[in-house]
């Protein structure tokens, strides 16, 4: 079965899909939510309202995709180089577990502010 979010922050709108991980039906289970984001690099992370292990983490993560990171209960959204990164690699702060993909362009996340709200929903 496939699972589409659309993740909003004012004007930004983009859908993701999710993939078959324990931190992906947790978050199915729990939406919606709405959380300001943070912003760290080109990285997009909010609190939300999951908290469960790591299952299977890595640091470096491909572009566009969507990581639970435990230590933050955060939903995290990768679209470019984070401060960690090294040469053309996108690296997470510690280990996330990869749980989906934005389907659309990753990029329009670069429009959104620190201490935006964003809204995640089911599609």
Do not use: H
Request: charged letters at 25%; a negative charge; glycine letters at 8%.
């Amino acid at each position: 079965m496939e699972r589409q979010i659309r993740i909003k922050a004012g004007s930004v709108v983009a859908v993701a899909e999710l993939y078959n991980t324990k931190a992906a039906e947790a978050i199915w289970q729990a939406l919606p939510f709405s959380s300001e984001v943070n912003t760290w690099g080109d990285e997009i992370y909010f609190r939300i309202p999951v908290e469960i292990g790591l299952e299977s983490g890595q640091e470096i993560v491909d572009f566009g995709d969507l990581g639970y990171w435990p230590p933050g209960s955060a939903f995290c959204i990768f679209f470019g180089q984070t401060p960690m990164s090294n040469k053309d690699e996108i690296r997470a702060a510690s280990a996330v577990d990869i749980f989906g993909k934005v389907v659309d362009d990753a990029k329009v996340f670069k429009n959104v502010k620190d201490g935006e709200k964003m809204t995640v929903e089911r599609v």
